[in-house]
């Protein structure tokens, strides 16, 4: 069910614009793998190849290879609608339906697949997922309303809640907890704890203490000089990389001795 | 020179930014703008009454008064920027208010004139066999709507998908540049040209001075197609593109994206603009003169014959002459007739507003 990735010698570009070179790690399966980095160095667009919604932006490209259960992502023959069904992603940015009501947005996967069921079925699926991205108490009584009405909190939440609705096989989240208060942001560690049992997940996140608590893995990524591509320094099981890093620049950036 | 420079940043405590930052300024009444309004016109009013200057006269003598007088009087007790703002203010005003007067003149008039042609028989009659008094146009309206929805119908759905393809198809490449440009010219098309364009047409197929409403609605798509495209696309790109992420990033396909997602999101925009576009044709005279001709009675069949319509009515009416005693009512005809014109279009432009505040994403709390 859970699927691992690996990358190798990926280069991704916008246009002409190396934005990131040479990454080469693996992601296991059922474990948690964080991107850490200063801002700006790739993570968010690393992620994104991931499960090819990098290609959307117009002239985005990618060189090298990403392999996820021995099939080739970046194959001519790999219809990047089915892989982003297995792959699932949360955004930096929320980005509720506007059209949508709150309920509408969790189901939207479903709904905007015309994949038919019952209403009983949906609202499990709703109530579920609302629970465990820890929004359920706050609109449990106010489903029928746009999404667009809840907070930033909130709707990063109604996010993180419509893309566990689908239970993709892979969750990339970027920076889930960027805009919540500690009481979700724990919520959330929570819900990643437990969905670590099924899926493989990758977060990317600027909270060091977050990427200790919460992944097995951690990448490390950094800009090889101002105007040079993004690289991934180091990717290490996260113990490892909090006590003994294997690259200075990597203990420089987690003590918080850095630019 | 040193002393100063050493000298800490605030010594005196009179002039102690930090403690004496006034909050309050001296303000005019609320009153004022009325007050400095009617002591304006007040004072352009006696000489206007003495010399028996006319109304305009009046009225530019006192906004003259008004323009000087309110800033000065603001700026001597409320100071500079307060005064600026308050000339800003007033001309913003004004040239909103000259904007608005041709609109209000025309209505008036148009009202004016054309009510006392409104009648029941006036919207229930044709004009067949009636010469002076009498008789309506009943089938200049239903020509009107049948040639317009028939317009609508062939370009709202050609421009909304045209513009699906430039915005989320096209991406600038060199096809969607060749397009943008071509509706671009199209927009520029004089619409006695789209006449020209129909007539060509359909005397390739009828034979000469081919008589056919259709030729009409054809006619009225060349000129409504590039507004709906024009305004299609300027909505469609407003929808920010984290929506589109978002349901691809779900597995869904492009195709539902973009009539799941991004249709519906911009929708209240569409609707309004495509709207627009009809009203905007709905009053086209020229290219339904040329095509659609003329007809005194009821024709129902838009692909046989000609088809009266309220605008070539309205040119009909007003230019036809005739004998002396039948003018009088011609006139009020055409009158009446634009009276009926204008509340359709506005009818329509009300319905835009409605149905695009009914779709517009709503935030709700
Ligand atoms: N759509 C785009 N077009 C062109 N360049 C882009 C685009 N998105 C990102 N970039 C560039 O790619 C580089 C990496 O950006 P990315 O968003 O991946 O950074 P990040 O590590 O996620 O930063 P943050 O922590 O601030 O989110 C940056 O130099 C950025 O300017
Ligand atoms: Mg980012």
Known sequence: MAKSIDVSDLNIYYGDFLA?????????????????????????????????????????????????????????????????????????????????????????????????????????????????????????????????????????????ARAIAVRPQVLLMDEPCSALDPISTSAIEDLIHELKSEYTIVIVTHNMQQAARVSDDTGFFNLKATGEPGQLVEFNPTKKMFTNPDNEATEAYISGRFG | MTDTLHEPFHTDPSTDLSTHVPLTKPQLPSIATTLAAAVSWGLAGLPALLLSWPIAGWVVVGWILFVLALPTWSGLIEGGRKAVDRLVTILVWSTFALAMLPLVAVIYTVVERGAGALSVEFFTASQQGVLGEGGGIYHAIMGTLIITVIASVISIPIGIMAAVYLVEYGKNNRLSRTLTFLVDVMTGIPSIVAGLFALALFTLLLGPLPRIAIGGSIALSVLMIPIVVRSTEEMLKLVPDELREGALALGVPKWRTITKVVLPTALGGIVTGATLAVARVAGETAPLLLIAGTLRGTNFNPFDGAMQTLPVLIFGEATRGGLAEYVPFQIERAWGAALVLIMIVMLLNLLARVVGSFFSPKTGR
């Open chain 1, 20 to 160: 990131v070179s040479g990454v080469n790690m693996t992601v296991k399966a059922r474990q948690v793998t964080a991107f850490i980095g200063p801002s700006g160095c790739g993570k968010s667009t690393v992620l994104r190849t991931l499960n090819r919604m990098h290609e959307v932006i117009p002239g985005a490209r990618v060189e090298g290879k990403v392999v996820v259960d021995g099939q080739s992502l970046y194959d001519p023959s790999v219809d990047p609608v089915a892989v982003r069904r297995q792959i699932g992603m949360v955004f930096q940015r929320p980005n509720p339906f506007p059209t949508m009501s709150i309920y509408d947005n969790v189901l939207a996967g479903n709904k905007l697949n015309a994949r038919k069921m019952k209403k009983s079925e949906a609202d499990d699926i709703v109530e579920r997922s609302l629970k465990g991205a820890n929004l359920w108490n706050e609109v449990k009584d106010r489903l029928s309303k746009p999404g667009m009405g809840l907070s930033g909190g909130q709707q990063q939440r109604l996010c993180i």
